[in-house]
């Protein structure tokens, strides 16, 4: 009988891996189904499994106490969890859990230890994502400062919306408020402002997205950065 040659990841981090280092990591990958609210770190815990999300996306938020709670990275099909594990460390800073329901692969820390230790060029590949996500995190930090919140807004939607095969984002006004670290008085207000221009509309627990190009043009400088980061990199 021929041989089946397994179908290409799903997640685009590991399918832009070299089928050597893939291949180190095929092993000891498991599918797992990822629930809304799913933890997949929790903050000064050890990081016992790493996840390779391939639909869904996760939110990394970081606060001192649950109420001043800020997301500041988001994670999906792009890229991976444990960062602080491809660091060498083994203690997650943040909180990270599901924020759309999906699916991903998983593996266990000490396997994916042992296959960076084994490959220097899958460990450079996956320090590639860090740097990726740090980027990310440090144009969170700016649009926060800087951005106004209808700018805010228009770009957390287009990168909920690079991570979705679908235009209906699972996005209520009080999920968007804690992951922006404003009221929701002041999310449903440039929600206003965006359905005015005919970019979105809304829907029970969820926002549709009409016109891309137009949210682009809302969020301008404040989106685009890590996506052209990942693109040189990643590709």
């Known amino acids: 009988m021929l041989a089946v040659a397994p179908s290409p990841p799903r997640n685009l981090l590991l399918a832009s891996l070299s089928?050597?280092?893939?291949?180190?990591?095929?092993?000891?990958?498991?599918?797992?189904?990822?629930?809304?609210?799913?933890?997949?770190?929790?903050?000064?815990?050890?990081?016992?499994?790493?996840?390779?999300?391939?639909?869904?996306?996760?939110?990394?938020?970081?606060?001192?106490?649950?109420?001043?709670?800020?997301?500041?990275?988001?994670?999906?099909?792009e890229g991976m969890s444990g960062l602080t594990v491809v660091l060498g460390n083994h203690r997650a800073p943040h909180s990270t859990y599901m924020q759309a329901a999906g699916e991903g692969q998983r593996i266990s820390t000490v396997e994916l230890r042992k296959a960076m230790e084994e490959s220097a060029s899958l460990h450079a590949s996956l320090l590639k994502y860090v740097q990726v996500f740090m980027v990310q995190t440090a144009h969170t930090a700016i649009a926060n400062a800087r951005a106004k919140l209808d700018e805010r807004l228009a770009?957390?939607?287009?990168?909920?919306?690079d991570?979705?095969?679908?235009?209906?984002?699972?996005?209520?006004?009080?999920?968007?408020?804690?992951m922006l670290g404003v009221r929701r008085a002041g999310v449903t207000e440039a929600l206003h402002a965006l359905k005015a221009r005919k970019l979105i509309r809304s829907a029970r627990g969820a926002i549709v997205v009409l016109n891309r190009k137009g949210i682009e043009r809302m969020a301008g400088a404040a989106y685009g950065t890590p996506e052209a980061e990942y693109r040189r990199l990643i590709g």
């Not at 991570?163 to 804690?178: V, W």
Request: charge should be positive; glycine fraction near 8%; hydrophobic fraction near 45%.
């Open 19 to 77: 089928s050597s280092d893939l291949g180190l990591l095929q092993p000891h990958l498991g599918a797992v189904s990822l629930a809304l609210r799913h933890v997949l770190e929790k903050p000064d815990k050890r990081v016992d499994a790493v996840y390779f999300p391939e639909a869904g996306f996760a939110s990394v938020v970081a606060g001192q106490e649950k109420a001043t709670q800020v997301e500041v990275g988001l994670i999906g099909r």
């Open 155 to 161: 770009r957390w939607i287009l990168m909920a919306h």
């Open 163 to 178: 991570r979705l095969d679908n235009k209906s984002l699972p996005l209520t006004h009080g999920f968007l408020a804690l």
